[in-house]
């Protein structure tokens, strides 16, 4: 790669990084503003959250039986038969810290991310969108905002949601399949998954609604050239938003407190 | 009066509009005829404040649009009303809901006045008691006529017209021209056609301007326009493939 195209590629990054500040700024001021879009706003808050809760509970569920049994073999293998109980804490602290909000990030940036960059995109290319200003409706209004807030707070309760299934198949997997004292297991949970690892996980959660949202709305809004445009602005969707959310999780990981008295 | 004043536009490297001067007449129709792809279209969504021109005012009543910005430019779109060349119809909402779309924003009335004036300009453009129809369950030619009744449902001052007649039967793309003379007569409207359709232009023009490389080559009334002595304007009015805008 040449020295000039590898300026161009420097260029065209930092431009679509201005786009998206631009218009995650221009989305913020119109929080503040009226009209508020509250039947678009129920309408995401729906799709957002309770047609996403299937797909989230099946991750959920998946993640935490694998995460429990790597866990059963880990301290099985290195710590010796009868401390897998112990494993419970750790099961539930990756689970809530790390596992289910990347899980949730990444599965809505696939169902919610990509319906929002196609809904929008069609809209802009058959003139929809063009067609509301005219109507009186400021598009960022009418359609990034709802949908803003909308992943905002329905990503972290997607998270909740996801901790509890995860936690639960956990234990099942532990003490059912594999016959861990029960007892034991639950407290040791109990004792040490602390409300911050929960909190942790939920805050991380709505910043990844928030990039999901910006992003869909973003490749919708900036799509051309017919279907296959819609297309590509989908795909686009899910491997940015995807790629933001896991850059975004270690950075939050880091900077993030450990606990709450810190 | 709308003046559109030096308007300069490009798409990258490509120039759209270069040097547009117009001046439209309160209550005229002006038709802009032009090849597909000479600027027709930029040159409405210019007008109504969709895009920006790169240079340029564009002067509604001596109201500047192109320096309007935000919730200023938003309000004063509500003069303006506007039929998209595939009437760009909300595909989630019901024609009712299409067409209320502007009156909940742009109006105070209620829910009884906004379903009777819905009615009514339904049955303006002759399609009565379509109120719960999806869009995907209408012809072409009655999704131009919603987008119509959308479009003229708040009551603008002006209309802008987007090629109405493309994509439809001549026989309802005549309803639509008829429609059009109706409108400025019972609602005395300012109206801009965009459309590369003669039989169109000389039916409902008052004026006729042809948009050729990016500016304005020729203005008149249908009559002066098919009397033009100018090549441009005669090559394009008769549809022929030889003259100066092909070069052979």
Redesign the interface.
């Given at each position: 790669m040449g020295r000039d195209q590898r300026i161009s590629l420097l260029a065209e990054f930092f431009r679509q990084l201005g786009e998206v500040a631009l218009l995650s700024s221009r989305t913020f001021r119109n929080l503040f503003k009226r009209p508020w879009e509250k039947k678009i706003f129920l309408q995401q808050l729906e799709e957002i959250g309770v047609r996403t809760l299937p797909v989230i509970s099946l991750t959920a569920a998946f993640g935490g039986l694998v995460f429990a049994l790597q866990t059963y073999i880990g301290f099985h293998r290195y710590i010796g038969p009868g401390s897998e109980a112990y494993g419970g804490p750790i099961i539930s602290l990756g689970l809530t810290k790390e596992l289910i909000p990347i899980l949730v990030g990444l599965m809505a940036a696939g169902r919610v991310g990509s319906s929002m960059a196609a809904e929008i995109g069609t809209m802009k290319i058959t003139e929809q969108v063009d067609a509301l200003f005219t109507l009186g409706a400021d598009p960022n209004r009418y359609l990034v905002v709802p949908r803003t807030v909308a992943a905002f707070l329905m990503l972290p309760c997607l998270t909740l949601f996801g901790d509890i299934i995860g936690i639960i198949c956990g234990l099942i997997y532990n003490v059912v399949v594999m016959g861990v004292n029960g007892t034991v297991y639950l407290r040791n949970t109990l004792l040490y998954l602390e409300l911050w690892d929960v909190l942790t996980g939920v805050l991380k959660a709505g910043v990844f609604g928030v990039i999901i949202a910006v992003i869909g709305c973003w490749q919708g809004l900036k799509a051309e050239g017919g279907a296959e445009g819609v297309g590509r602005a989908t795909t686009r969707t899910v491997v940015i938003a995807s790629i933001s959310i896991l850059i975004s999780n270690f950075f939050l990981s880091k900077f993030l407190p450990g606990n709450l008295s810190l | 009066m709308i003046r559109i004043i030096d308007v300069h536009k490009s798409f990258g490297p490509k120039k759209v509009l270069n040097g547009v001067n117009l001046e439209i007449r309160t209550g005229e129709t002006m038709v802009i005829i032009g090849q597909s792809g000479s600027g027709k279209s930029v040159l409405l969504?210019l007008l109504?404040?969709?895009m920006k021109p790169d240079r340029g005012e564009i002067n509604v009543d001596g109201m500047n649009i192109t320096a309007l910005r935000?919730?200023e430019l938003?309000r004063a779109?509500?003069r303006?009303?506007?039929l998209?060349?595939?009437a760009?119809?909300?595909?989630s909402m019901t024609v009712a809901q299409n067409v209320a779309?502007?009156l909940e924003?742009?109006t105070d009335l209620g829910p009884d006045g906004i379903r009777t004036r819905v009615a009514d300009c339904l049955a303006k453009v002759g399609l009565s008691g379509i109120e719960g129809l999806m869009p995907h369950e209408l012809s072409g030619g009655m999704k131009k006529r919603v987008g119509l009744a959308?479009?003229i449902a708040y009551r603008p001052e002006i209309i802008l017209y987007d090629e109405p007649s493309t994509g439809i039967d001549p026989i309802r793309a005549d309803a639509i021209n008829e429609l059009i003379i109706l409108l400025k007569k019972e609602m005395t409207v300012t109206s801009v056609v965009i459309t590369h359709d003669m039989v169109s232009s000389y039916k409902v023009a008052d004026r006729i301007a042809l948009l050729y490389e990016g500016r304005i080559v020729e203005i008149g009334t249908p009559e002066a326009i098919k009397n033009s002595a100018n090549a441009v304007v005669q090559q394009f009015i008769h549809g022929r493939a030889q003259g100066p805008i092909t070069n052979w």
């Open positions: - | 969504k109504i404040g969709i935000g919730d938003l779109t509500r303006f009303g506007m998209f060349q595939a760009a119809l909300f595909d779309f502007g924003r742009y959308r479009a």
